[in-house]
């Protein structure tokens, strides 16, 4: 946690108001000597800016004067706890003359408070049949762009915890900390005088015991948020597959996770064919051809559970042969967000280190370029499991991208301690059209469904905001992908769009489980393997904006953050 170097500058404290503002006041309170950049210290190890988190620092005081400007997210202004008495009045005096106070955001002068000033952010109703913790990140990310708007540096978050949302102060706070994203181009380049928005976020708390777990797990959480959006939503230059490998690398130096790359195409070609069928054509750059990276943490303690993780990171879709024409190919250097997710799992596993807890992920960094030499449809390949693949569609290249890492996941599966397989992708158009843009979709093979994991993994995207669909996995998914002449066993795909295919967003599942061999390990098998397909084309975020980090809150939340139940 970073500490700030602060100083009582009245001529700074005007000049950083704005002119509306500071013509008329003079506000005598700390405010730094320099730019954030130039002014913090760190009593850790010194992070590189490509990990460098939002610094936060918690207080149970609500006047404490080195933050610059309180930000007030509730449901209802009436019903603050005895702490937050101070704040009713002003308020209250707002209300009698706007009675909009209850549907924007609304700064207020309030002597006393540090910055004289309030920021308002109601979350509105919270006990409706729809209403779920979302309300409170909301909130906070409108509150945190106002409070940018009128210049505060060092804002101090209050979020009263809800008796029925018992994580509300720290969803608000995830919520503030994704407002504060700065985009690691914008880092990079050195645009702005410092790596963050603001000098430092306050988290107000009502209890001494609840601050520091609170600034840790936010902290750890934003953490690999931060690094899922950097190679999510970085352009497909700056996150082409060799740069994305060097990330990170960096990202893990020095932590408990193990990061190798593989980078040989013959290994590729040798390892994983059907990915390196998509790489053929963008193997002839040097600079997009692929990598894969493998990833592995071992937390403390006889383990327990093994999660095995593979995501699509397609660092630029531009469909293949089969191009995407007429202006769809925009946005797809968000392609690869599902592996962006499975590192950013990562980054939250080496700052929590849970125990008894193994994790292996795979990433598939691969672009789908076009040009002379890409693969087509009518092509077989034969995958890593063996079984020959009739492409029928470029543009499904994600599928094919990940099956083979898949296979061998499978292959050490059974060597593991309750092995958990998973793939991780923005698949399909159909997964938004089926249930809108902002849900991840679950779905289960026979052995995950009766263990009961889409269940689970949508009661625990609930407690943090997020949040899950669950779809089925049918038989008319697998018969879509048979094969339909004795040259091939499977058909990878159509050839029209997954939003115009029936069950568009199921069948992939069954083409990863028919291609990879894990058809072998169902429910009627001797050696069963768990395996969930999860589809964050709808969850990962928007095009223009910023990548949301789904599902990698969630997973944290299933797997080693049970105690949040009762924070």
């Given at each position: 946690m970073q500490r700030m170097v602060w100083s009582c500058d009245r001529t700074t404290a005007a000049t950083l108001l704005p002119p509306s503002v500071s013509q008329f006041i003079i506000i005598p309170f700390l405010f730094p000597v320099s730019t954030c950049q130039s002014t913090t210290t760190t009593n850790e190890e010194t992070e590189t800016m490509c990990t460098s988190v939002q610094p936060i620092e918690w207080t149970t005081d609500l006047k404490d004067q080195k933050f610059d400007g309180v930000i007030l997210v509730t449901p209802n202004h009436d019903d603050l706890p005895s702490k937050l008495e101070c704040l009713k009045a002003p308020l209250q005096d707002y209300n009698s003359v706007d009675s909009g106070l209850g549907e924007e955001v609304v700064v207020l002068k309030v002597p006393g408070l540090?910055?004289?000033?309030?920021?308002?952010?109601?979350?509105?109703?919270?006990?409706?049949?729809?209403?779920?913790v979302r309300r409170f990140s909301d909130a906070a990310v409108n509150a945190v762009k106002r409070a940018l708007k009128a210049g505060m540096q060092r804002p101090l978050l209050v979020c009263p915890q809800h008796k029925d949302y018992k994580n509300s102060t720290l969803v608000a706070a995830l919520g503030a900390l994704h407002a504060l994203y700065m985009p690691l181009e914008v880092r990079e380049v050195n645009i702005k005088s410092s790596n963050y928005k603001v000098c430092v976020l306050g988290l107000w708390v009502a209890h001494e015991s609840q601050g520091q777990r609170l600034v840790d797990l936010a902290s750890a959480l934003e953490s690999g948020r931060l690094a899922c959006r950097d190679i999510g939503g970085s352009d497909p230059e700056r996150m082409a597959a060799p740069r994305v490998a060097e990330y990170v690398v960096e990202l893990f130096k020095n932590s408990p996770v193990q990061a190798e790359v593989i980078s040989d195409v013959k290994l590729l070609e040798k390892e994983y064919p059907c990915l390196a069928a998509v790489n053929r054509c963008a193997n002839s750059v040097p600079r997009h051809q692929a990598r894969v990276i493998k990833l592995q943490y071992c937390g403390e303690g006889p383990i327990q559970k093994t999660l095995m993780l593979v995501g699509k990171g397609i660092t630029y879709d531009t469909g293949g042969a089969d191009i995407k024409a007429g202006g769809f190919m925009a946005g797809m250097h968000r392609d690869k967000c599902g592996a962006a997710a499975v590192a950013g799992f990562f980054q939250i596993l080496a700052k929590l280190k849970p125990k008894n807890l193994k994790v292996v992920g795979s990433m598939a960094m691969v672009r789908n370029s076009v040009g002379s030499d890409c693969y087509v449809a009518d092509e077989l390949v034969v995958s890593r499991a063996g079984r020959r693949v009739r492409v029928g569609n470029t543009d499904a290249e994600g599928r094919m991208v990940m099956v083979d890492l898949?296979?061998?996941?499978?292959?050490?599966?059974?060597?593991?301690?309750?092995?958990?397989?998973?793939?991780?992708?923005?698949?399909?158009?159909?997964a938004i059209r089926a249930m809108g843009p902002n849900y991840s979709i679950i779905m289960d093979n026979g052995p995950a469904h009766r263990a009961g994991n889409a269940a689970r993994w949508q009661k625990a995207g609930e407690v943090l905001g997020d949040l899950f669909e669950v779809s089925s996995i049918r038989r008319e998914d697998y018969e879509f992908h048979k094969g339909k002449s004795e040259y091939e066993d499977i058909l990878q795909c159509n050839n029209l769009p997954s939003s115009a295919t029936p069950r568009g967003h199921q069948t992939p599942a069954a083409f990863l489980i028919m291609a990879s061999g894990l058809h072998k390990h169902g429910v009627d098998s001797e050696a069963?393997?768990?395996?969930?397909?999860?589809?964050?084309?709808?969850?990962?975020?928007?095009?223009?904006?910023?990548?949301?980090?789904?599902?990698?809150?969630?997973?944290?939340?299933?797997?080693?953050?049970?105690?949040?139940?009762?924070?």
């Amino acid at each position: 946690m970073q500490r700030m170097v602060w100083s009582c500058d009245r001529t700074t404290a005007a000049t950083l108001l704005p002119p509306s503002v500071s013509q008329f006041i003079i506000i005598p309170f700390l405010f730094p000597v320099s730019t954030c950049q130039s002014t913090t210290t760190t009593n850790e190890e010194t992070e590189t800016m490509c990990t460098s988190v939002q610094p936060i620092e918690w207080t149970t005081d609500l006047k404490d004067q080195k933050f610059d400007g309180v930000i007030l997210v509730t449901p209802n202004h009436d019903d603050l706890p005895s702490k937050l008495e101070c704040l009713k009045a002003p308020l209250q005096d707002y209300n009698s003359v706007d009675s909009g106070l209850g549907e924007e955001v609304v700064v207020l002068k309030v002597p006393g408070l540090p910055g004289n000033r309030l920021v308002f952010s109601t979350t509105g109703p919270v006990n409706r049949d729809y209403d779920d913790v979302r309300r409170f990140s909301d909130a906070a990310v409108n509150a945190v762009k106002r409070a940018l708007k009128a210049g505060m540096q060092r804002p101090l978050l209050v979020c009263p915890q809800h008796k029925d949302y018992k994580n509300s102060t720290l969803v608000a706070a995830l919520g503030a900390l994704h407002a504060l994203y700065m985009p690691l181009e914008v880092r990079e380049v050195n645009i702005k005088s410092s790596n963050y928005k603001v000098c430092v976020l306050g988290l107000w708390v009502a209890h001494e015991s609840q601050g520091q777990r609170l600034v840790d797990l936010a902290s750890a959480l934003e953490s690999g948020r931060l690094a899922c959006r950097d190679i999510g939503g970085s352009d497909p230059e700056r996150m082409a597959a060799p740069r994305v490998a060097e990330y990170v690398v960096e990202l893990f130096k020095n932590s408990p996770v193990q990061a190798e790359v593989i980078s040989d195409v013959k290994l590729l070609e040798k390892e994983y064919p059907c990915l390196a069928a998509v790489n053929r054509c963008a193997n002839s750059v040097p600079r997009h051809q692929a990598r894969v990276i493998k990833l592995q943490y071992c937390g403390e303690g006889p383990i327990q559970k093994t999660l095995m993780l593979v995501g699509k990171g397609i660092t630029y879709d531009t469909g293949g042969a089969d191009i995407k024409a007429g202006g769809f190919m925009a946005g797809m250097h968000r392609d690869k967000c599902g592996a962006a997710a499975v590192a950013g799992f990562f980054q939250i596993l080496a700052k929590l280190k849970p125990k008894n807890l193994k994790v292996v992920g795979s990433m598939a960094m691969v672009r789908n370029s076009v040009g002379s030499d890409c693969y087509v449809a009518d092509e077989l390949v034969v995958s890593r499991a063996g079984r020959r693949v009739r492409v029928g569609n470029t543009d499904a290249e994600g599928r094919m991208v990940m099956v083979d890492l898949l296979c061998e996941m499978k292959e050490k599966a059974v060597q593991e301690t309750c092995p958990q397989l998973f793939t991780i992708a923005t698949l399909t158009g159909h997964a938004i059209r089926a249930m809108g843009p902002n849900y991840s979709i679950i779905m289960d093979n026979g052995p995950a469904h009766r263990a009961g994991n889409a269940a689970r993994w949508q009661k625990a995207g609930e407690v943090l905001g997020d949040l899950f669909e669950v779809s089925s996995i049918r038989r008319e998914d697998y018969e879509f992908h048979k094969g339909k002449s004795e040259y091939e066993d499977i058909l990878q795909c159509n050839n029209l769009p997954s939003s115009a295919t029936p069950r568009g967003h199921q069948t992939p599942a069954a083409f990863l489980i028919m291609a990879s061999g894990l058809h072998k390990h169902g429910v009627d098998s001797e050696a069963p393997l768990p395996y969930s397909h999860i589809d964050i084309a709808g969850s990962s975020g928007p095009f223009p904006g910023v990548p949301t980090g789904a599902p990698i809150v969630a997973m944290a939340t299933n797997y080693f953050l049970s105690e949040l139940s009762a924070l």
